[in-house]
């Protein structure tokens, strides 16, 4: 890719016109010293948190017990983790002498986010370690990519994303009814339901809106000079 690295810089410098001497030397300079880590910029240790509370009670004739829990994941590639929230009730109740009832309900919400049209790990084994993640003033380093736009890989992390909920909701209920000392009635009762909902986003800030919609740099239009 002749937009970066020295080639970019002197193809900036030489032909595009659109850096200075000094500007192209100080490039070349910061480029001899740039050996970036990219798997310690994207990636990250991963940790996991569980959290459960349960409470229960109740006296002779009625029990119930009920639970909560959350749990996030963070996973090895930062922009990629995962949450989740489960609760539970249940109870059960000696109604009458000959009746009894068991009831249950539980639900839970799980949401992974993902990535989209990027690859943190392809990226960090193929770019060139002399391309800087951030300027010297901590900003973000954009570089002319082969589509001819800008791209950062961190703005295009941020900027686009794959998020997927998945819902789940069930429930039951056992009724005992004693008719006799010889003959008992049993009834049960039981739901259960899933949903899952997935999304894909970029936002017009990504290389990926630049080169597939808007055909121009974010905060330009095609007939703007770039």
Do not use: C
Request: proline share 2%.
């Amino acid at each position: 890719n002749s937009s970066i690295g020295y080639a970019g810089a002197l193809n900036e410098y030489l032909y595009l016109k659109t850096i200075s001497e000094s500007e192209f030397n100080a490039k070349v300079a910061a480029m001899e010293t740039a050996n970036t880590d990219w798997f310690d910029i994207l990636f990250r240790k991963p940790i996991s948190n569980n959290h459960n509370l349960g409470i229960s009670g109740g006296n002779s004739n009625t029990r119930y017990y009920s639970s909560f829990g959350y749990n996030t994941l963070n996973g090895t590639a930062i922009g990629n983790d995962s949450k989740g929230i489960t609760g539970s009730l249940s109870m059960t109740s000696q109604v009458f002498k000959n009746l009894s009832l068991s009831i249950r309900l539980a639900a839970s919400k799980n949401t992974t986010n993902g990535f989209y049209q990027v690859s943190p790990y392809d990226y960090a084994v193929k770019v060139n370690r002399a391309i800087s993640a951030y300027n010297p003033n901590g900003e973000l380093n954009f570089y002319r990519n082969s589509s001819g736009y800008l791209f950062n890989i961190i703005n295009e992390r941020d900027e686009t994303g794959n998020v997927n909920n998945v819902l789940t909701t069930n429930g039951s209920m056992d009724v005992n009814y004693q008719i006799s000392d010889n003959f008992r009635f049993q009834t049960l009762f039981s739901y259960n339901a899933s949903a899952t909902n997935g999304s894909t986003y970029a936002t017009e800030k990504t290389e990926y809106i630049s080169k597939t919609h808007r055909l121009a740099e974010y905060g330009l239009t095609p007939s703007d000079p770039a």
